[in-house]
Each structure stands twice: as structure tokens, then as C-alpha cells.
């Protein structure tokens, strides 16, 4: 979580990098769009004055990175789709958009391995009041 009066200078750090890679996760299609640090710089920027619009304070609590000094990877929450900090629950936020200034690769390995759909396993899922989709947001 960084200070708002932080962003603009997480944006100058940003505009050092030649290459980041974005994604915004929530859209239509995850897709991952490579950008020069600058372009990287005004789309942070903007969102962050989305953001002040609708939240005031000293601190954002819809921008975090891990080093504001050497960052590696940015995520933009946008601030109604954020859910509760108070909150305890289960419910996982995706972030409305991911900055990284390392090439993701995607790792197929570390995806669990699907299991075969079977009509019995089905009819035990359903009896058991659990259907896939159930099971994928559990």
C-alpha cells in the first residue's frame, strides 16, 4: 500500500524501465499487453486520478507494491470492486489491473491437474449441493 503523494514518483520509476507488461484481469479476455516504461507511467497515473475521485485520504489502499523503490510489480484495485477491509471472508479480489517489468511466462505445471468429469462424480457433487462452479470459487 503506498501514500497517494506516492504515486506520481512510483510512476517516474516506472518510466525508467524500457519494457512492463499489463493485464487487466477482470476484462473480457485476459490479456497481457507490453508497454515502454512511459506508457506504463500515464495508464498508472490516469487510473490513479480515477481513483482520488472516488477515494479521499492520505493513503491509497487501491495501489500496492511490493518496493516502491524498486519495483518490480504494481497492482491497481479499483475502488468499488475492492469488497470490505474489514471483512473476513473468503471472497478473493482480483486486482483491476497488474503491472510487471518482468515477461510473465505462464508455468502449466503449477496448475492443479484436472480431474475427469464423470457422470457419477457429477451426481455426487450435485447430492452433495456442490456444483462445479461451487467447486471452482470455493
Not at 503506498?2 to 485476459?30: K, N, Q, T, Y
Not at 480431474?115 to 462445479?132: D, I, L, Q, V, Y
Amino acid at each position: 500500500m503506498i501514500r497517494i503523494e506516492d504515486v506520481h514518483s512510483l510512476g517516474e520509476r516506472m518510466a525508467a524501465f524500457s519494457a512492463w507488461w499489463v493485464c487487466e484481469p477482470l476484462g473480457e479476455e485476459e490479456i497481457v499487453e507490453k508497454m515502454d516504461g512511459e506508457q506504463a507511467q500515464r495508464l498508472l497515473l490516469s487510473l490513479a486520478d480515477e481513483i482520488l475521485r472516488e477515494e479521499k485520504g492520505v493513503w491509497s489502499t487501491m495501489v500496492y507494491s511490493q518496493r516502491i523503490d524498486d519495483v518490480k510489480i504494481i497492482k491497481v484495485y479499483h475502488p468499488r470492486r475492492a469488497g470490505s477491509s474489514c471483512g473476513g471472508g473468503k471472497s478473493k479480489i482480483a486486482p483491476w489491473w497488474v503491472f510487471v517489468n518482468v515477461e510473465p511466462h505462464a508455468w502449466p505445471e503449477w496448475k492443479p491437474k484436472a480431474e475427469p468429469a464423470t457422470p457419477a462424480k457429477a451426481e455426487a457433487m450435485k447430492a452433495a449441493g456442490r456444483t462445479w462452479w461451487k467447486k471452482v470459487f470455493a
